[in-house]
């Protein structure tokens, strides 16, 4: 059964760089049929997709988000790892890993979800 | 972007009621794809329905998905105790991959 598990640390300061790791363990991260996404989830609201990544590499961002957001993968480890640059209060949220399943091009649905982690930004 | 607007934002039933969910996209949703997923507190979500109509593996056939274009719904036949969650629709139409609000389905 695949699971996947978030980590990094849960307080941030504000201006820096957010850093999260999503462990894939149960599967390959490097299957054909999958890309691997970041979702979002601020307290007490709704969900955003921050970006996805193919194992080869190739990625797919936010756009209201795309100048601070870096997604890689590391398939040696089985990994995928998200940066959020220059960080505010609004970045505040439950961070979620997730693999898409691909049913049109690059998009499709998250399932399994990773349990998710609270980041807050904070000084 | 392609807008979802979910309603009601609160639905409050009894458990046995039916339950239906509305999600309604800014403009046309190509080859109905969207999602269904539950939130429970404290948990993430998870799938129920994908393709709009097709349910994800083990969840029960109370949950329904139908619709196309602009307008989607979730339908749950008889609302068991454990239905009572958040329930969100995403559309993969669009590589710029949205959620609705979300409608919270609570104990009337």
């Known amino acids: 059964q695949l699971q996947l598990q978030e980590s990094g640390p849960g307080l941030v300061k504000p201006s820096e760089t957010l850093s999260l790791t999503c462990t894939v363990s149960?599967?390959?991260?490097?299957?054909?049929?999958?890309?691997w996404g970041w979702i979002r989830q601020p307290p007490g609201k709704g969900l955003e997709w921050i970006g996805s990544i193919y194992y080869s590499g190739s990625t797919y961002y936010n756009p209201s988000l795309k100048s601070r957001v870096t997604i890689s993968v590391d398939t040696s480890k089985n990994q995928f790892s998200l940066k959020l640059s220059s960080v505010t209060a609004a970045d505040t949220a439950v961070y979620y890993c997730?693999?898409?399943?691909?049913?049109?091009?690059?998009?499709?649905?998250?399932?399994?979800w990773g349990q998710g982690t609270l980041v807050t930004v904070s000084s | 972007e392609i807008v979802l607007t979910q309603s009601p934002g609160t639905l409050s039933l009894s458990p046995g009621e039916r339950a239906t969910l509305s999600c309604r996209a800014s403009?046309?949703?190509?080859?109905?794809?969207l999602a269904w997923y539950q939130q429970k507190p404290g948990q993430a979500p998870r799938l129920l329905i994908y393709g709009a109509s097709s349910r994800a593996t083990g969840i029960p056939d109370r949950f329904s998905g139908s619709g196309s274009g602009t307008d989607f719904t979730l339908t749950i036949s008889r609302l068991e105790p454990e239905d009572f969650a958040v329930y969100y629709c995403?559309?993969?139409?669009?590589?710029?991959?949205?959620f609705g609000g979300g409608t919270k389905v609570e104990i009337k």
């Open positions: 403009q046309s949703v190509s080859s109905s794809y």
């Open positions: 149960g599967g390959s991260i490097s299957s054909s049929s999958y890309y």
């Open positions: 997730a693999r898409l399943v691909r049913e049109y091009g690059v998009t499709g649905w998250f399932d399994p």
């Open positions: 995403q559309q993969y139409g669009s590589s710029w991959l949205t």
